[in-house]
């Protein structure tokens, strides 16, 4: 894109990158930046973002190391973006189960409705 001088925007250069590129599992870790204390960061791969909604009982370290590190060794917790909270399922506690109506019932409904729509279309038709 450089050598033939397109001037695009990020989001049009992405759209290229996206088509003309493809995911290689074997590919090496891309470091983005090193600390002075030798500590490397890794560049994250979005599409292998999770989440995990842990006991607010339990510590988070405790659960990410029996249920998250077991299963991928180089995951890590992105401390930034912990949030502590309790999730509350409305349609759990406030839900009330209203069962649908018989099917004889919908189609009299119907045949109703058909009958009413008909008068009005005769109507319209003969004025």
């Known amino acids: 894109m450089k050598q033939l001088k397109l001037d695009l925007d990020a989001k049009s ?13 074997d590919a090496e870790r891309v470091v983005d930046k090193t600390d002075k204390d030798g500590t ?8 292998l973002r999770d989440t995990e909604n842990v006991p607010l009982s339990e510590d988070i370290h405790a659960y ?14 992105d401390e930034s973006k912990t949030v502590k909270g309790y999730e509350i399922s409305f349609t ?12 004889e019932e919908i189609t009299a409904e119907i045949f109703e409705l058909e009958k009413e729509t008909e008068g009005i279309l005769n109507e319209i038709v003969n004025d």
């Open 40 to 47: 490397v960061h890794y560049l994250p791969d979005p599409e």
């Open 13 to 25: 250069v992405k759209s290229i990158l996206d088509a003309i590129s493809f995911r290689n599992e």
């Open 64 to 77: 990410f190391q029996r249920e998250v590190l077991q299963h991928i060794p180089d995951a890590w917790i």
């Open 92 to 103: 759990r506690y406030f839900y009330n189960y209203v069962p649908p109506r018989s099917i």
